[in-house]
């Protein structure tokens, strides 16, 4: 039963390094548990299981608040993630009688090659639970983070846990952890020495919290009660003090989308003159009986729509329903009748001080769709997002968590506003501002700096680390060598 309660041991753990208890120096010890427990249990069923068992004790609880919108939305999510970890184990356990080094290499870029399967497939992935956003967001490790990504650091901690297991069995393995752990306090130094910094334009930011008259349902005349919300609240902002106002994610919509309803337009136009500010405004747009837009529309002082961002990334159960035909006997899909129209590119928003780029709620915790507007020139970036459906939960803290470390990693200072909370700056080393409230209507106001030194490492060169680890596992198994079973020899 050993191997059964280190599993459940490394789930608790790593849950533990993410929101709402957040230590995320646990991070770098729970995987040791549940890679300990997969070198120890002789028939593969025992390891499909174990790694089953850590994803979903981990997910189960890392999602718990899904639960809120129905336990059809959430056991289907943690069983796919289950699955993959239970596939991760299999492989780590088929190689365990391998030479420590090449498991060790096994280990990681297998590790790694589970978080890049699961945050791109299937509907686009998922990247909740990235063991990278937890350990790259400690105090000095997050200012790293701009030449490894998130994904590097997933790379660096299970590197360090894989040594430790393999030390902790036999300590003549001992330069695996010491060498590891050596790398990870030197990254992390150097981060802390040279975080990113940008020293461009200042921009003056008010985040419009106008928050729902009926979070986690739907109420009457629900839509115009929230414009009217943010309209409000925008009317008590001093004339002259901001130069950009920004409207998170379905602040407008239905009926009060101001490209179809043009009292609503002259109401915002006529606040963006009186602040002789840029107004971004995010909501949705009917297309057809069967679609719907989810845009982000920018609006210079003089009222005039000098761009418009169109989310590429849809919620697959929420903002889309995947295989609609081959579902159509889940009733409960009936809540989503229409389907989310995609964008097809990146758009970045032209200041006077300079570009800022923009994505859509889901889409800030993948680094990629961060990446591609930071490739067609963004050198600041907002994240809008709604957040009403997850209540007080942890959610709002998990997500900030996820935009804090990927503005590390694109080293550029971020706008995360949302309609209920909690709204934040966040500077590109890491920094956070203080927060809006969960299910408040406030203003917050702050300044942002745009990055004008060109891309960072990540930002350039993407996911280097985590393909590095790859190509060593492949390495492992191909490369012959002293020591090397043939593979008729795993068991």
Known sequence: MAPYFAAVAAAILMWAAFPPVGFGVLAFIAPVPVLWALR???????????????????????????????????????????LTSAAYGLLVWAFRHWPANRWFLLAVGGWGLWELLRTRMPFGGFPWGTVGYAAGGNPGAIGSVQWVGPSGWSILTVAFAAGLVLYLEDREHWRLVVDTGVAVLLIALAGSLFPPNPDGPSVRVAIVQGNSPCPQSHCQNEKQRIYQSHLELTRTVPRGSVDLVVWAENSTGGLFEPEENLDVRAAIVSEASRLDAYFLVSGTRSVSAEEFLNVNVMYDPAGRKIGEYAKRHPVPFGEYVPLRDLLAFIPQLDQIPRDMA????????????????SVISFEGAFPRRIRSEVEVGAQAMIVS???STWGTSEASDQFIGLTRVNAAAFGQDMVHAAITGKSVFIKADGTLSESTGLLTAE????????RTEGRTVYGQFGDWLLFLAMASAIAAIAIPGEGRPEFGAWT
């Not at 299981?49 to 809120?68: E, M």
């Not at 964008?343 to 001080?353: K, M, N, T």
């Not at 203003?443 to 745009?450: A, N, S, V, Y």
């Open 342 to 357: 995609r964008g097809d590119r990146a758009v970045v928003f032209e200041l006077p001080q300079g570009l800022i780029g």
């Open 385 to 387: 997002t709604n957040e």
């Open 443 to 450: 203003i917050l106001t702050g300044e942002i700096r745009l």
């Open 40 to 82: 120890r249990v002789e028939r593969a069923w025992a390891a499909l299981g174990l790694g089953f068992l850590y994803g979903a004790i981990f997910f189960g609880l890392l999602l718990n608040y899904i639960r809120f919108v129905g336990v059809v939305a959430w056991i289907p999510l943690v069983m796919w993630l289950s």
